[in-house]
């Protein structure tokens, strides 16, 4: 198992420009809160492999990693699990402008935790379902639309515009 770390000091790595290293961490992630539901990652920590390089005005890093999100299904509130493939860079270079600072790196302390978690909530889709043909929940009596098979129905209600009709008596 890697080292577990939220964050990694980069200063004290020594590199030249030019020069980069690979580490393999454990990075821990907090449970996301998505439509007022927790989802987390399973173990709540991400085997992540970072790429951390020096360039000549600062550092440029990339993070890579999996992450199964666990949570209820958007559409019939069921366990949804999913896995998520990451891969995203982040480039500091304090000359360069505000566009070319990173968030995640302050005083030469990366912020790995952070960022996990960050390019995860980015990555998720908007609606986290348990399987991509859930049917949800019925929206008259509230079943499982899964459970429940193709023969589930439930007989309209009159329309209301025909509701004086009914008040006729023929014949």
């Known amino acids: 198992m890697p080292q577990r770390t939220d964050t990694l000091d980069v200063g004290r790595l020594g590199l030249a ?49 999996e992450a199964t999100v666990e949570g209820p299904c958007m559409r019939c509130l069921e366990l949804a699990r999913r896995t998520y493939a990451i891969d995203v860079r982040e480039v500091d270079q304090p000359q360069g402008g505000e566009e070319l600072r990173s968030p995640y790196l302050v005083e030469d302390v990366l912020d790995l935790a952070a960022w996990a978690r960050d390019a995860l909530a980015l990555a998720l889709p908007h609606r986290i379902v348990c399987r991509d043909d ?25 329309d209301p515009r025909w509701a004086k009709l009914r008040e006729l008596r023929l014949g």
Do not use: K, M, Q, W
């Not at 420009?17 to 809160?33: D, H, Q, T, Y």
């Not at 440029?60 to 990693?65: I, S, T």
């Open 17 to 65: 420009s030019g020069e980069g290293r690979r580490f393999e961490l454990a990075v821990p992630i907090e449970p996301l809160v998505l439509g007022g539901h927790d989802y987390v990652v399973g173990g709540g920590c991400v085997t992540a492999v970072l790429d951390a390089a020096r360039t000549t005005r600062g550092f440029a890093f990339r993070l890579r990693y």
């Open 134 to 158: 859930c049917r949800g929940l019925c929206p008259e009596c509230g079943v499982d639309l899964n459970r429940a098979g193709p023969d589930h129905r439930h007989e309209r209600p009159p």
